[in-house]
């Protein structure tokens, strides 16, 4: 079966959205990497509702901020110059 694939290249990324998915709010932020990290630095929350985006206790320190941070590092002219990370998404097949 073919498919359609959306490639997104880590290069090309410049922004990011977080969708809160506590209940009863969805608030969509939409923010640059760099404004992600300091956003979530010291409060991983919603900053609509105010609700947690994971159980900080199953985690040592903040997996937001180390993802936002690796976005960041991979993005970095010393990285960008030898390596671009692709994301692939397959869309569904129209009939
Ligand atoms: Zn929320």
Redesign the pocket.
Known sequence: MSRNLLILLLSELKTLRFV?K?QG???VSEVSPAQASSMFYTSPK?V????MFYVQEAFKGNPIVDFIKAIKDMQSPDVAKHLDIEFVVAEPVKK
């Open positions: 809160c506590n709010c969805g608030a919603c609509a509702c105010a609700n």
